[in-house]
């Protein structure tokens, strides 16, 4: 079966994947093809027909992943910035928002933590990074600005993974208002 009885394949093929991901944050022991085909509520017959093997399925895992955050990246634009360093901006408001910010962002970070242990995912990943960063060093923001930029993005998503308190929305919004002027000097 490669479809759920009502569903197109590709409505079954992302619920294989959210079903994945799921599993993933309760521990990278409990990923198992006969496990996601479970809790996707799929045959086994029905997830190898999207994902042939467990590599595959991680490295659609990790296409999601890069992708998900570029339509982040897509809903922090404000097409009235027109103004040298608009890309920046996008990224800061982006990686900032409190809608992509918390348990999603932890359990985003943990499942790419898993995904860069395994080669082929890995390279999905580090190319959307490469891509990434290459945006950012060509959209004008001084480099030592924006590594500071970079480094206060990911730090407000790393430290409650450490202990740190997690930012409320007025925090993140005084942080992202903080950033957002660096990119105007």
Known sequence: MSRKQGQ????????????????????????????????????????IYHFPSKD????ALAEQTVAAFREDLEAAQDPL????????????RAALSPSVSGQKTRDSMFLMSFLLRHPEAAA???????????????????PDTLALIIAATDGVHIAPMWGGKE???????????????LTRV
């Open 8 to 47: 197109t394949a590709e409505q079954t093929r992302e619920d294989i994947l959210r079903a994945a991901a799921r599993l993933l944050a309760g521990g990278a022991a409990k990923l198992t093809l006969e496990g996601t085909a479970k809790a996707a509520q799929v045959s086994k017959g029905g997830l």
């Open 56 to 59: 595959s399925l991680l490295v």
């Open 81 to 92: 910035d027109g103004e040298a360093r608009s890309f920046t901006r996008c990224f800061i």
């Open 124 to 142: 999905v990943i580090r190319s959307g990074e490469a891509e990434l960063t290459e945006q950012l060093a060509s959209d004008g923001v001084d």
């Open 167 to 181: 930012k409320t929305a007025a925090e993140l919004e005084r942080i992202t208002e903080q950033l957002l002027a």
